[in-house]
């Protein structure tokens, strides 16, 4: 009896093993381990998992339709996606790691790699670095550095929509946080539509949160249907984005039928209401472009810095800093720039448009002489109302412009604008007077009547513009302040069409104090330098200072050679880019007084500046010695001198090394003080070895230094 028992125990134990989802031996819920190849593509449906490391994959991967799982990365990377030929069918091509998605979740997950392809056929396509397209999933703290590339042709190619993202291609009842795209996204011509952005191309009735674009997005040649390029997304549909950036450039160029839509946080927004972007900001340059192409149709180009068109949304707490501009080659077609919006389409309804406590300072050109109608405004380029349109409400808005906002050619109510004689946030060289802060003021003062009392614009902790007044009885409430971001990345301006990032910039608790030449406007942006040799130098971090800003540059592209020897004229470079780019251009006075140094180096006007004011001295005989390895005592003499030269006192310090005997008398005073402020330290048996070569790591450790006790 006791053995038929058993039998049959055993029995039901496997008939139960067998069936689908029941395991008598492990929980059903519990996440599986994910470390390679072979594992990532044997995920199934309603599975869960976790990356145990980085995975490689190859040109064999083929991308997963999955439904209901859950995916934790745990911070991994999956490298290596190569897609030159996307799956599905029959009318629909998908690409990205996961071609589609439904009722899932993806978190803690970077993928690398590339997806480059033309359609062959009239098909539509999805395509994103984490998923093609996405159903009620839910995908966080994933950060896409796929580069994605998709040509179509779209005159003979027709009945073809192409949504392209960073993250997901097409995004349905979904949601995004903190995520993050660094690819770069280039896709032409869809002749039923073009939609690309850095989070999604397409996104509806979706939620995004936290999110940054860092790769520039560039959509062209939409045919029939409009193209729609933007940082967050390229077209939005009844989605709130909040507290989302855009650090990179968009555009969009479209064609024959299609409008082109530009914006830093979407292309195109259509939405009841909502609070449809709120408390972003974009600090990439905007561009949208309607090109004929001899089609002889007459269509639109609109660029925002928020939103490139807006249709029944609202934009509320949110900031442009990049430039705006909308042209076109057709004579007769419309074109329209808005530091907030290219255009917003006033209301129907019960739903009004809406702007709110927005804040440009990017200008806005229609960019285009041309018969059609052109438009450019400081909060949006143009706002049509009547017919079936309601006014739209656009109030306590800020924009550096002659004007706000046209509607019907009227200036919209509560809605502001103010000059700055030279650029925004830009302090003397006294770092004493902030023009946008005085600039706000004399708005005040103009505009505020008898018996109101404003306390008026004041810094907050990060050094931007806040308002406040004294509450005295009836004393009408100012406008709010603008909402403005933090300054993300490195203070620069423009030469042309030249970033010049500036050398004397550092954060001090949350607030980038810098030096700017006068009269110029600072932008800012990040400018990250790769090398392949300065992983395992004690110096890293202020090798990267010290590049990022372009002071010191690489021996190549990719190659920085740490522990090799400073030149002198190496150190004249370096001060002389630091000075130019926070004051100015170099006066490297007439004709060149060494005989050895080339009238046709690279380095001659760093030199002839240096030596002309007596910062790094010849040797004699009218020599430089421009090649000789320079010493640390030298280093010391160098930056004090460029001290004294920007009129800093050096104080009178005594060095306390072990090995102050062998530092040269003309070198005393220079270590002592390079000592006591911390620029320049020993070595670490407490010896400052005057004598010894500086390195290229030890140099830009001292410049890092050099500029922090500068600015500080």
């Known amino acids: 009896m006791k053995k038929r028992t058993l039998c049959i125990f055993l029995s039901l134990v496997l008939v139960l093993g067998m069936l689908p989802g029941i395991s008598m031996f ?39 339709y999955l439904d209901n799982i859950y995916l934790d ?46 359609t062959p056929v009239s098909m539509n396509v999805d395509c994103g670095g984490i998923a093609g397209y996405a159903s009620n999933s839910d995908i966080s703290s994933c950060i896409n550095k796929v580069n994605i590339d998709i040509s179509h042709d779209a005159e003979t190619l027709t009945s073809s929509e192409l949504l392209v993202g960073g993250i997901v291609g097409d995004a349905r009842n979904s949601s995004f946080s903190d995520c993050e795209n660094s690819g770069s996204i280039k896709v032409c011509g869809g002749s039923f539509g073009t939609n690309c952005g850095g989070i999604a191309g397409h996104i509806f009735n979706s939620v995004v949160t936290g999110c940054i674009n860092k790769g520039s997005v560039e959509a062209q040649l939409g045919y029939e249907e409009p193209t729609r390029a933007g940082g967050i997304a390229g077209y939005s549909q009844l989605t709130h984005i909040d507290s989302c950036r855009n650090n990179a450039d968009v555009s969009a160029q479209s064609s024959f039928l299609g409008n082109a839509y530009a914006g830093g946080i979407a292309g195109e927004l259509l939405g009841e209401d909502n609070d449809t972007i709120i408390n972003c900001s974009n600090y990439g340059d905007i561009y949208a472009e309607f090109d004929d192409d001899e089609s002889g149709n007459s ?29 076109t080659t057709y004579s007769v077609a419309l074109t329209s720039a808005g530091g907030i919006a290219g255009r917003i389409v006033g209301g129907h309804d019960s739903y009004i448009s809406r702007i709110n406590n927005a804040y440009s300072s990017g200008a806005a050109h229609s960019g285009t002489e041309n018969e ?43 809605c502001y604008f103010f000059q700055l004689d030279g650029g925004e946030y830009r302090y003397d ?21 008898e018996g109101e009392h404003y306390e008026g614009w004041v810094l907050d902790q990060f050094g931007l513009p806040i308002f406040e007044r004294e509450s005295d009885g009836d004393t009408p409430t100012p406008p709010p302040p ?31 104090n810098y030096i700017a030449p006068v009269g110029k406007s600072i932008l800012f942006a990040e400018n990250p330098k790769e090398f392949t040799d300065i992983g395992a130098s004690w110096a890293k971090s202020s090798i990267d200072f010290v ?30 880019r630091l000075y130019e780019r926070s004051y100015g251009a170099l006066d490297s006075g007439d004709g060149n007084d060494f005989i050895d140094v080339d009238n046709g180096s690279w380095y001659i006007q760093y030199i002839n500046w240096a030596a002309k004011n007596r910062i790094i001295e010849g040797v004699g005989a009218n020599k430089f010695e421009p090649e000789r390895m320079a010493t640390r005592a030298e280093m010391a003499v160098m930056l004090s001198r460029f001290t004294q030269f920007l009129k800093l006192d050096i104080g009178i310090a005594l060095p306390a090394f072990d090995d102050n005997d062998s530092i040269p008398d003309w070198a005393w005073n220079a270590v002592g003080f390079m000592q006591e402020s911390g620029i320049i330290v020993g070595r670490p048996d407490n010896n400052f070895a005057p004598n010894e070569t500086a390195s290229r790591e030890e140099t830009a450790a001292a410049l890092e230094r050099f500029v922090r006790w500068v600015v500080k």
């Open 299 to 327: 269509s639109s180009a609109f660029a925002g810095g928020l939103a490139g068109y807006a249709n029944y949304d609202s934009v509320f707490n949110s900031y442009n800093r990049g430039t705006v501009t909308a042209e």
């Open 429 to 449: 060289s006294d770092g004493g007077s902030n023009l946008l802060l005085d600039s706000l003021n004399e708005w005040v003062t103009d505009n505020s009547e």
């Open 73 to 118: 990365g745990a911070g991994y990377t999956i490298s290596g996606l190569q897609i030159t030929e996307p799956g599905g069918g029959p009318i629909r091509l998908i690409a990205g790691l996961f071609a589609a998605l439904y009722d899932s979740t993806i978190e803690n997950l970077t993928v690398d790699g590339s997806i480059e392809f033309s």
């Open 547 to 576: 590049t990022e800003r372009e002071i010191f540059v690489g021996i190549s592209e990719n190659i920085f050679s740490p522990e090799t020897g400073m030149t002198r004229a190496m150190f004249a470079a370096v001060l002389g």
């Open 26 to 64: 492990a929980a059903a819920s519990d996440p599986q381990p994910i470390s390679n190849q072979t594992e990532l593509a044997g995920m199934v449906d309603e599975g869960k998992y976790y990356l145990t490391q980085d995975i490689t994959i190859d040109e064999t991967w083929l991308p997963l």
């Open 482 to 512: 603008p909402f403005i971001p933090p300054q993300i990345g490195l203070p620069y301006y423009l030469n042309g069409d030249e970033k010049v990032f500036i050398g004397f910039a550092a954060d001090s608790g949350g607030v980038m």
């Open 372 to 414: 059609g109608s052109n438009y450019e405004g400081g909060i949006a380029g143009s706002a049509p109302y009547g017919f079936d349109w309601g006014q739209p409400d656009v109030s306590y808005s800020y924009a550096l412009k002659d004007s706000c906002q046209y509607l019907g050619g009227e200036a919209v109510d509560n």
